[in-house]
C-alpha cells in the first residue's frame, strides 16, 4: 500500500498527549496513532452508516401489524437459533 505524507499542526498539549502514548507503549511513533485514529474514526462511522440505513429501512417498511409479544418472540428465537440465548 502506497503512503502520503502529510504536513499537520498541533497544538503543544495535544503534541505532548500524542508523546505520552508514544512513551507508554501504545504506539511506536506520531504517525501510528495517527493511523488507528483514522481507522477508529472509519469503524466508527461505517456502524453509523449502518445504523442509518437500518432505521430508514425501518421508517420505509411501515407500521407493523404484529403484537409486541410476537415480535419478543420471534427475536428470541432468532437469538436462540444463532447461540445468543
Known amino acids: 500500500m502506497s503512503t502520503i505524507r502529510k504536513t499537520i499542526t498541533?497544538?503543544?498539549?495535544?503534541?505532548?498527549?500524542?508523546k505520552s502514548r508514544i512513551t507508554i507503549g501504545e504506539f511506536t511513533n506520531d504517525s501510528e496513532y495517527l493511523r488507528d485514529l483514522v481507522?477508529?474514526?472509519q469503524a466508527k462511522n461505517a456502524k453509523f452508516s449502518a445504523l442509518k440505513a437500518a432505521i430508514t429501512e425501518g421508517m420505509e417498511?411501515?407500521?407493523?401489524d404484529k403484537s409486541v409479544p410476537?415480535?419478543?418472540?420471534?427475536?428470541?428465537?432468532?437469538?436462540?437459533?444463532?447461540g445468543r440465548l
Open 10 to 18: 498541533f497544538t503543544e498539549k495535544q503534541d505532548k498527549w500524542i
Open 39 to 41: 481507522r477508529r474514526d
Open 61 to 64: 417498511s411501515g407500521v407493523s
Open 70 to 82: 410476537n415480535i419478543m418472540k420471534e427475536v428470541e428465537d432468532r437469538m436462540r437459533a444463532d
